[in-house]
């Protein structure tokens, strides 16, 4: 977000097809939960597609990339590397430490989709458990962004939108700003 | 979780084959992050087979229904109903009130799927927005969830697993307990 430095997400993995909507909702929501870039596999073209056309009507700042060489941008990160997966040590345990780290330099959050390779595990600073159960990505990351940024992305603004929604006890509401 | 009143979360709305893999993802989210039980819709019979396979091996307690009456779950919902909808009022503002009606009794929470029908919005006694932003129905339960608990729903214990994954900084370990 503004003023902090980057955290980009990585999804790490992608069937074409099948993984379309999972792939399509990780880059939704490390837009909405306060992430600045997303860099999903080369064929998820269709899902980056998703993710810049909601940026376009509902805004931005928020990129998506796309990169073939998801091992690379792993080994080669200027910063801190966090690898989401439910072997990983508790997140409430390590989170502050995560937010140190990220007070110090770029946040590279990792995603598996597909079965992701061994050197991942050892390459990460933090290999970060949203519990040691199997639920979802999507929900991992999105508690994971909720506590690294201790609330703040809910109250970030978002510019150059064409849609914006007031939030509403009930109902509707969409406005043309 | 235990010794509080139920959360069940029920899914809204269910496309077999293209809402599979989400709506087990809602499952399985409802199930980690301490929901009691997960109601899909009768047309969801495979999600609800990978959620109670889950709950086998991972333990429990946590159950899974199937309805094909959704509308009626809602209607005579004998606590709180809370409907997940990026038009709501947002999360961070209203959680203090969810936890206060949760003290006093069990709390249905509609994660929708399809369209959901207009009244929805009018028997939720909350319509809650994590974000007013497009993203994910999953994400959104996920900090809803972890909210609610604050943060309780990551220490809680699981019984009856045949698997249990050990927290580890590096690599994985799964014991048989």
């Known amino acids: 977000m503004q003023d902090a430095h980057d955290v980009v997400v990585l999804r790490y993995g992608h069937r074409p097809g099948r993984d379309d909507r999972m792939t399509t909702h990780v880059g939704l929501t490390a837009r909405a939960l306060g992430a600045d870039r997303v860099i999903l596999p080369d064929n998820a073209g269709q899902s980056a597609e998703t993710v810049r056309d909601i940026t376009d009507r509902f805004g931005g700042p928020f990129a998506v990339e796309l990169r073939g060489d998801q091992r690379s941008v792993v080994r080669n990160w200027d910063g801190t590397v966090v690898h989401l997966t439910m072997y990983g040590e508790p997140v ?3 989170e502050e430490d995560v ?3 990220h007070a110090d330099g770029p946040l590279l959050v990792v995603v598996g989709g597909e079965k992701v390779p061994w050197e991942l ?4 600073a933090f290999n970060v458990g949203v519990t040691n159960q199997p639920h979802s990505e999507v929900a991992g990351l999105a508690v994971f962004l909720d506590r690294l940024f201790a609330g703040a992305e809910l109250d970030r603004e978002w510019v150059d939108a064409e849609q914006v929604v007031v939030p509403r006890a009930e109902g509707k509401q969409v406005v043309d700003p």
């Open 99 to 101: 937010r140190k780290a």
């Open 121 to 124: 595990y050892e390459h990460a």
């Open 92 to 94: 409430q345990s390590v």
